[in-house]
């Protein structure tokens, strides 16, 4: 590494750092909704996702592509809550960017690329089988999410959908990623194999990335 690289790396933010992060403008326009409603919990929400996203950048020196995503939508459906004075745009947020993220896994499926690849690919080393488990699976938690957002919004009241949205999509989306750790372990490539042609891992005896033996085919 470089004078220069050493110079400008970041170490990446811890769990609980980044949980801070994502948590800190939920907790912000909870907080806000609750002394002040609804849209001025907007304004708030929409200033610290930008703070979040900035502190995000300096302290890891990238730019976070889902915090990114995340931001975009906040500022349209926000700033339309605002011009517009009506709440039902930051309320339908979350049902149109868990139906979107939905949609795009759905669509790497279909062309047999399973898109959370590029997304944690560099966090995980997964077999492809894995990869299109946990693709699977998030893909449909994420229409899940967009139905109970639908379901609390349009029956409930504005301080009980801000409560779902604070207290309920994160907390479940944590416990969702936790159930996962078994198909991850399952399915993980751990350092000393290499992966097959057909997905299959085999022991990296010689440390050249050569593989032992050939792959195990039934009727071996």
């Known amino acids: 590494m470089t004078s220069d690289q050493t110079a400008t790396a970041r170490p990446a933010i811890s769990p609980f750092g980044r949980l801070a992060l994502e948590a800190g403008p939920l907790l912000a326009f909870f907080i806000a909704n609750n002394r002040f409603g609804i849209m001025t919990g907007t304004a708030v929400f929409m200033a ?69 690849k590029l997304l944690m690919g560099t966090v995980l080393v997964l077999r492809d089988e894995g990869w299109r488990q946990l ?60 992966k097959s042609p057909d997905g299959d891992t085999q022991p990296d005896v010689d440390g050249s990335g050569a593989t032992a033996a050939r792959p195990q085919r039934p009727g071996d």
């Open 48 to 116: 610290t996702t930008v703070v979040s996203l900035v502190l995000s950048y300096r302290l890891e020196r990238r730019v976070p592509l889902m915090p990114v995503v995340g931001c975009f939508f906040v500022m349209v459906f926000g700033g339309l809550t605002l011009a517009l004075d009506d709440d039902s745009f930051i309320k339908l947020k979350p049902t149109v960017v868990n139906c979107l993220f939905a949609a795009i896994l759905f669509a790497g499926l279909a062309i047999k690329r399973p898109l959370l």
């Open 135 to 194: 693709t699977w699976r998030w893909a449909f938690f994420f229409l899940v999410l967009a139905a109970l957002n639908e379901i609390v919004w349009r029956n409930f009241s504005t301080d009980t959908w801000v409560n779902f949205k604070v207290f309920g999509i994160l907390p479940l989306s944590l416990v969702f990623g936790a159930l996962q750790v078994p198909l991850i372990l399952r399915t993980q490539i751990h350092d000393g194999q290499t």
